[in-house]
């Protein structure tokens, strides 16, 4: 990778986060303070939940698929839902509707996500003269993570900050949370386990946020009627 | 409160670990590191010789006829084997440029010949052929040898069917790229040769104060080949330096025992600066001192004598009629005969003015002491020939053949000393405690097989040096150093090994075109997103202008 290149992946990784933010009504009732709160719950759930790992998981010597460490890890992932529900929750914000709380905290949550995870490897790996793929199959994965991200702060949102839901829908909605939740569980294990290659898993994750984006969509316009 | 701390702690340290991963020094990623070996850079009297660069950073190309490769920017590599070398030096004497040459040499096996002994002795041919055009020629440009593995067979195919598809590798098609990072090479300071001897003195009769006659024996052991990393000369010189070592083995053996000590001092020497006119025999015969001189009544000097062969050549510079050359030469044979081997002799006139020195013994007729070379080479090798190179690789030396010249130059000096000529005596039996040791000949030779030794790169603490003075210090009573500085007409210079980085790069239109793309799907999100919160109007206002403000004050 050169320079050239190096630019080209983070404008893939960070690009639709800053797009995102001025597109939208966001930028416009000025939620970026709502964004970085968001942000900071991320980085301290994310180190709370290392320190579980490092806790309760043992070292693999194969790099295949641990049945039993995988189900610790999907419960240790499940604090990123508490991360989100103590941002979406407890955190005060500035009077901001509904919608735009969830978007916002969505947006600096998985911004949060993308530097964190994303940026060191890019950065790392930008003075090398080798070309590989996997820089730009980073940056499609971050934009998939977003859209997750944004679904499952829109269910938390219909979760904890709606009280009036029809009852038809609320098991739909806690399921559709519980899939968005175990996202990086099972994209290991279709990693680790069955050994699908990047490029298909990256395809996979894609496809998939863009249907649970629909499916939360859907849910969240369900229940915007009764309040209408 | 300890929570609170503690996540403090735990959030400083992965700060700081994140901190400094982005700061450190890049991992770099390649598709291939070689270990490769830079061809020699020397100045012939004043006169550049060899690879003139070092650095490296061009894309790779599989030959010279590649169409739309510009070849000032490219890396050639060619198989070392399939180099055509008339055309080579047509190129190179049209002074055409090229960005460097990577020749790959075939792999080392590690068994020794027995699987096609023919094509190992056409590929040292070949082998020896090219490394004789590359010594004599200059390089502007940086060349390098390898040795080929799956790796870089599978990277060159790849290339050569790009090449072959019309898509040679340059910087706007991307392909692989070659990188040596390396400074330019700097010259030798004031290069070393140094000289081993080892005295062995003879018995003195009660009561004669004179000094005893002295019989020399000498090989060259320092190398000169193309890439000096690898000129190990296992047959030149390497099996006149094993045969050396036994004989100083053997004869401190017998002369051990004051019973069995011949009337005749035994000096052994392993001389250095062989490939360039033998400089260091020279040196170490100027600083004889003059009684030495006089007692010596000759030197026997060893040199290839490794190859499968049934012949060897005496090679002298007195008429072979003088007497006591007669002698010497009679009595080899006499030995040579019994173990079918066929010694002739060859005679070569010294011409003073001539400064060329083709073999070990003439350095020693030009000093009045008669001497002979003992050699499997017929004919006098050229400057910077035979000078144990890459072609000359340990599989090529026959450790039968080894000892059976060891058996025959140690009995027929072992009749000179001890008066036995043409009896039939065998002084080194089989089972006897003066028995040849094949195991410490193979040892030596395994050792000096896997040894570059080309003597500006050896300096003066090498640890083949200090192997082979503690070697001749345990066989002799008197083992010493002697160190000169070699003839100012050579000057070499460094850089012998280095790692080439094989990058796959993309070109840059592909970075344009990834650039289009992302950029285009960002401004398609943008619109998409402003389109389905904001609706289509606001849209359609950003293009239009303000309406203009002179009109609200009325």
């Known amino acids: 990778m050169t320079f050239f290149h190096f630019f080209n992946c983070a404008a893939l990784t960070f690009g639709p986060h800053a797009v995102y933010y001025k597109a939208t009504p966001l930028s416009e009732y000025d939620t970026f303070s709502t964004c970085i709160k968001a942000a900071i719950v991320y980085i301290v759930t994310t180190l709370i939940k290392f320190v579980c790992f490092a806790t309760f998981l043992q070292v693999s010597e194969h790099d295949g698929f641990d049945l039993s460490q995988e189900i610790l890890k999907g419960l240790i992932g499940f604090l990123d839902v508490a991360g989100l529900y103590y941002a979406l929750t407890q955190v005060s914000h500035r009077s901001i509707s509904q919608n735009h709380k969830f978007q916002a905290v969505g947006l600096g949550w998985a911004f949060a996500d993308a530097v964190l995870h994303r940026l060191a490897p890019l950065w790392v790996g930008a003075k090398g003269l080798e070309f590989t793929w996997e820089y730009l199959l980073q940056g499609l994965e971050s934009n998939a993570n977003l859209v997750f991200t944004v679904s499952l702060a829109a269910l938390g949102s219909l979760m904890w900050l709606r009280k009036n839901k029809p009852a038809a829908l609320v098991p739909f909605i806690y399921v559709s949370a519980g899939i968005l939740a175990a996202m990086p569980s099972i994209t290991s294990y279709l990693r680790k386990g069955l050994a699908w290659e990047f490029p298909r898993v990256v395809s996979f994750e894609l496809s998939a946020s863009l249907l649970m984006a629909f499916v939360t969509w859907r849910l969240f316009s369900a229940c915007q009627r009764p309040a209408q | 409160m300890r929570g609170a701390k503690r996540q403090q702690q735990v959030m400083g340290r992965a700060l700081v670990a994140l901190v400094t991963v982005v700061m450190s020094v890049v991992v770099v990623e390649a598709a291939a590191v070689l270990d490769v070996y830079r061809m020699i850079q020397y100045d012939l009297g004043g006169v550049p010789m060899g690879s003139r660069r070092a650095a490296l950073s061009h894309h790779a190309t599989s030959g010279f006829a590649v169409p739309g490769a510009d070849l000032s920017r490219a890396v050639v590599i060619l198989p070392a084997l399939k180099v055509n070398i008339s055309s080579l030096n047509e190129f190179v004497q049209n002074k055409g440029l090229l960005g460097g040459l990577l020749l790959l040499l075939p792999q080392r096996s590690n068994g020794s010949g027995g699987d096609g ?135 401190s053996r017998l002369y051990a025992n004051p019973n069995t000590r011949g009337p005749f001092n035994l000096l052994f020497g392993l001389t250095s600066g062989g490939p360039y006119n033998y400089n260091g025999t020279y040196n170490w015969l100027r600083n004889f001192d003059q009684r030495l001189k006089e007692s010596m009544v000759y030197a026997l000097c060893l040199n290839s004598l490794g190859s499968s062969s049934d012949r060897m050549w005496m090679h002298v510079s007195k008429p072979p009629e003088n007497a006591f050359i007669r002698k010497i030469f009679s009595e080899i044979e006499n030995v040579a005969q019994d173990l079918d081997l066929t010694v002739e002799p060859r005679h070569k006139k010294i011409n003073i003015s001539n400064s060329r020195v083709a073999w070990e013994h003439e350095q020693f007729s030009r000093q009045r002491i008669t001497a002979v070379t003992l050699s499997q080479l017929e004919e006098a090798p050229e400057l910077l020939q035979r000078s144990g190179g890459i072609a000359d690789r340990r599989k090529t030396v026959n450790e039968t053949v080894v000892m059976r010249n060891i058996k025959v130059v140690a009995e027929s000096l072992a009749r000179h000393i001890y008066g036995q000529e043409g009896k039939q005596v065998e002084v080194f039996a089989k089972g006897s405690n003066l028995a040849l040791s094949p195991a410490y000949v193979r040892s030596w030779l395994d050792l000096l097989g896997r040894t570059p030794r080309v003597a500006p790169f050896l300096g003066k603490n090498a640890p083949i040096i200090t192997a082979l003075h503690k070697e001749l210090a345990q066989h002799t009573k008197d083992a010493s150093l002697q160190h000169e500085t070699l003839d100012s007409a050579y000057v070499f210079y460094d850089l012998t090994k280095a790692q080439l980085n094989v990058y796959q790069v993309a070109s840059v239109t592909f970075d344009f075109i990834v650039a289009l793309a992302v950029g285009s799907y960002l401004i398609l999100l943008f619109i998409v997103l402003f389109i389905s919160t904001k609706g289509v109007d606001d849209f359609i206002g950003v293009f239009r202008k303000p309406p203009s403000r002179k009109y609200k004050s009325t």
Request: aromatic share 8%; no cysteine; proline share 6%.
């Open chain 2, 117 to 251: 002994d023919d094509s190992d002795e056409n590929v040292a041919k070949a082998l020896a052929e090219l490394e004789q055009w590359l010594v004599h020629n200059t390089f502007q440009y940086p060349v390098y040898f390898a040795y080929e593995s799956d790796n870089v067979q599978n990277i060159l195919q790849e290339i050569t069917a790009n090449d072959a598809a019309g898509r040679p590798a340059t910087a706007t098609t991307g392909g692989y790229k070659l990188v040596v990072s390396v400074s330019d090479a700097k010259k030798l300071p004031s290069p070393t040769l140094t000289n081993i001897q080892g005295w062995l003195p003879g018995l003195r009769p009660a009561g004669d104060t004179s000094m005893l006659p002295t019989i020399a024996i000498v090989a060259s052991y320092d190398t000169f080949g193309a890439a000096p990393a690898l000129a190990a000369g296992s047959d030149s010189n390497g099996s006149g330096v094993a045969m050396l070592l036994e004989l100083a083995r053997l004869f």
